[in-house]
T-cell receptor, first 111, second 114 residues
């Protein structure tokens, strides 16, 4: 069965600094998608970035980028120039028809 | 504006009562989902529906029921058989049910059963 592991329950970063959130997954499939979702205090789940497994190029969305290592089954999220509005729970999710979710990482931004 | 609405935002019920959570979408999406979120855990799938009048159990369907009579609506009933119903419930939709399809989420309903 597929599983997703986020080993960092909580991370903190100074405003304007860079932070990396870790995610590993387990699957025997070769074709799948990976997502990072953000859940701010409002609890509205918002898609941050997604990665197609068959694409070697790492996805990037403005200040958000991923480091996708398919062989290692690793999918980390890098947030550059952290802003106060980035404070949220971040969830990693694996998709192969069904979304499998990690437990989340709480990101704290220090002003 | 297109999106997903869930109502109410907060819901309180006495133990032993059934309660229905509303989920409506105007995105013209075929697939809809219900998730449960508990502290310190990721989202867990309760039920999903790929088309009208069809739905499938997810990982934790016991004690829940759904219907999909209209494309736009996917209500979730939490029955008295659900042993620990207090949780945050999220509804989502996607264009279809496939690996690449992004899921869009509603604002959620916090259910408290005492």
């Amino acid at each position: 069965a597929q599983t997703v592991t986020q080993s960092q329950p909580e991370m903190s970063v100074q405003e304007a600094e860079t932070v990396t959130l870790s995610c590993t997954y387990d699957t025997s499939e070769s074709d799948y998608y990976l997502f990072w979702y953000k859940q701010p205090p409002s609890r509205q789940m918002i898609l941050v970035i997604r990665q197609e497994a068959y694409k070697q190029q790492n996805a990037t969305e403005n200040r958000f980028s991923v480091n996708f290592q398919k062989a290692a089954k690793s999918f980390s999220l890098k947030i550059s120039d952290s802003q106060l509005g980035d404070a949220a729970m971040y969830f990693c999710a694996y998709s192969n028809y069904q979304l499998i979710w990690g437990a989340g990482t709480k990101l704290i931004i220090k002003p | 504006d297109g999106g997903i609405t869930q109502s109410p935002k907060y819901l309180f019920r006495k133990e032993g009562q059934n309660v229905t959570l509303s989920c409506e979408q105007n995105l013209n999406h075929d697939a809809m989902y219900w998730y449960r979120q508990d502290p310190g855990q990721g989202l867990r799938l309760i039920y999903y529906s790929q088309i009208v009048n069809d739905f499938q159990k997810g990982d934790i369907a016991e004690g829940y029921s759904v219907s999909r009579e209209k494309k736009e609506s996917f209500p979730l009933t939490v029955t008295s058989a659900q042993k620990n119903p207090t949780a945050f419930y999220l509804c989502a939709s996607s264009i279809g049910r496939g690996t690449s399809y992004e899921q869009y989420f509603g604002p959620g309903t916090r259910l408290t059963v005492t």
